[in-house]
């Protein structure tokens, strides 16, 4: 992409309500804009983002046997109501519309009902079970507090994946196939080495249910963990009972703030049998058909990786969800067009800042985006065929042959 033909400008300011840093660099870089408290609008950088996390969450899902799909944000109330979940004392976070016909919609908060019912449609005998099924997709909340940008946010993006199996046997083995898959997709997103499974409270018939927590200081939750982190727990659950059952004592366990970055739940039948989705067993018997229900928040890790990953100048984005690899600069005439033409070969790999700025302001703009890396080509620097890398992360450059650059660049 030529940052020339980007309509987003880089900020001086950030809103004055926006405390965060991470929030600010967002707003700042032109990754999102903010329309009002809680939402934010996601602009062709911050779009590259989130498709960039989409992506590695839908490869982790589909190698799983995951499948697919997005439904409406408009919902029905009725298969609430049967769950008792339309109730505003229970869900207190509904946004809701009329129909210009008469009667009442939801606007999604989260789609366990819609699904449970929509599957009544699919699902009859065992021999339809087990499936899984994901969507990425808008969910509204009306948060009392929106937090820390697009963290805690009234609108945002969810990965959300449901499960259906016949038994429990088949329910726990996906579970566990989820839980290896999720470590992958933080791997992937950058944040493995600080993101931990923690016991969290909220499990349906199974005792806990499990987060997972990403250690950062503008983490609105509490967890509690052991020497090797082989026992993570969210401060909601801390007790001594939860003590003795995972063998650990209260001395033994520091604190620290995380975010919840994702979570997973056992439901069993608890949306089955109020929505009466069942299958005919092999011996035809009618049996609740068991679930499962497997967050993570999109948006929320956008939020999250900005937040850790950035200095007093600007974001570091991890490669892997970067919006590109290469931020490229060209000083002088034959350095402009040097640049000019490595961009052409490499156009989906290269922010081009071909604009009629100074270098410095171009040098400055690099570092508040936060692409992984920087090349400047300069008449300098061709005199020896040679060009400029610096790693974003560590500050480091290296002087690299122009050869040698594009085949880093193939790789
Ligand atoms: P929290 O305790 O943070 O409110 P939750 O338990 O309500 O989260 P779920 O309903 O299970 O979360 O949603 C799945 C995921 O969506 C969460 O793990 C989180 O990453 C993300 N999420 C939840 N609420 C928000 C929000 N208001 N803004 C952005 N992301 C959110
Ligand atoms: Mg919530």
Not at 215 to 225: A, C, L, M
Not at 366 to 386: C, F, T
Request: proline share 3%; hydrophobic share 35%.
């Amino acid at each position: 992409m030529r940052y020339s033909q980007l309509f987003t400008k880089t900020l001086r300011d950030a809103p004055k309500d926006e405390t965060a840093k991470g929030a600010q660099f967002l707003i700042r870089a032109g990754y999102v804009h903010k329309e009002l408290a809680g939402i934010y609008d996601y602009l062709p950088l911050g779009l590259l983002v989130i498709e960039n996390i989409k992506q590695i969450v839908r490869e982790e899902l589909n190698n799983i046997g995951c499948q697919e799909v997005l439904m409406s944000t408009l919902q029905n109330p009725e298969p609430w109501q049967k769950t008792n979940r339309w109730d505003i004392e229970k869900m207190d976070v509904w946004f809701r519309t009329q129909l210009a016909a008469g009667g009442e919609l939801g606007l999604a908060p989260t789609h366990e009902e819609p699904i449970t019912n929509m599957m009544r449609t699919y699902i009859s005998s065992y021999k339809d079970l087990p499936v899984y099924v994901y969507q990425f997709q808008t969910k509204f909340r009306n948060e009392l507090r929106a937090k820390s940008g697009i963290m805690r946010t009234r609108e945002f993006i969810m990965k959300d994946l449901y499960s259906f199996c016949a038994d429990e046997k088949t329910h726990n083995d996906f579970y566990h196939k989820a839980e290896l898959a999720y470590h992958r997709i933080y791997r992937r997103l950058g944040i493995g080495d600080d993101t931990f499974q923690a016991f969290a409270s909220g499990g349906v018939f199974s005792k806990y249910s499990h987060e997972f927590q990403t250690i950062t200081t503008v983490g609105e939750d509490t967890i509690y963990y052991n020497a090797d982190k082989s026992v993570v727990l969210n401060e909601e659950v801390l007790n001594d009972e939860v003590l003795t059952e995972l063998g650990v004592k209260r001395e033994e366990l520091k604190s620290t703030k995380a975010a919840e970055v994702g979570n997973i739940f056992t439901l069993k039948t608890k949306y089955s049998g109020p929505l009466d989705l069942k299958y005919t067993d092999t011996e035809g018997k009618r049996r609740d058909v068991i679930m499962g229900c497997y967050g993570i928040g999109i948006s929320r890790v956008m939020g999250v990786i900005a937040e850790k990953y950035c200095d007093n100048n600007g974001l570091i984005w991890p490669e892997s969800i970067a919006p590109f690899k290469y931020y490229l600069i060209g000083i002088g005439e034959q350095g402009a067009e040097q640049a000019e033409e490595l961009y052409q070969q490499h156009t989906n790999d290269i922010l081009f800042d071909d604009r009629n700025l100074r270098p410095g302001e171009k040098f400055h703009d690099a570092e508040l985006l936060g692409i992984p890396y920087r090349i400047v080509i300069s008449d300098r620097s061709l005199e020896k065929s040679e060009v400029e890398l610096t790693d974003r992360r560590t500050g480091e450059t290296k002087n690299i042959q122009l050869t040698e650059l594009q085949k880093l660049i193939n790789q």
